[in-house]
């Protein structure tokens, strides 16, 4: 999780929290999809729930919580 998460007064909405840690648990790299006009990373995600239907997020990366994996080679 964002080291900001855990500062005392910092809010964060619940599904955000969720986001992040479902995508933690997953342990998987997240492409890209955009840089916004701040300079900030979104990432696309989505995740199948316990009734087989599908959950849909976009999520701003401007926290301390992500790292810049190698491409992989072909």
């Known amino acids: 999780m964002p080291e900001a998460f855990s500062r005392p007064g910092y809010r964060v909405h619940a599904d955000t929290k969720w986001v992040f840690r479902k995508l933690i648990e997953r342990g998987k790299p997240l492409?890209?999809?955009e840089i916004d006009e701040q300079g900030f990373p979104w990432v696309n995600c989505r995740f199948r729930m316990s009734n087989g239907s599908w959950r849909y997020d976009s999520l701003a990366v401007d926290h301390d919580?992500?790292?810049?994996?190698k491409k992989r080679r072909k």
Not at 65 to 69: G, H, I, M, Y
Request: hydrophobic share 60%.
């Open 31 to 33: 492409r890209v999809s």
């Open 65 to 69: 919580a992500w790292v810049k994996v």
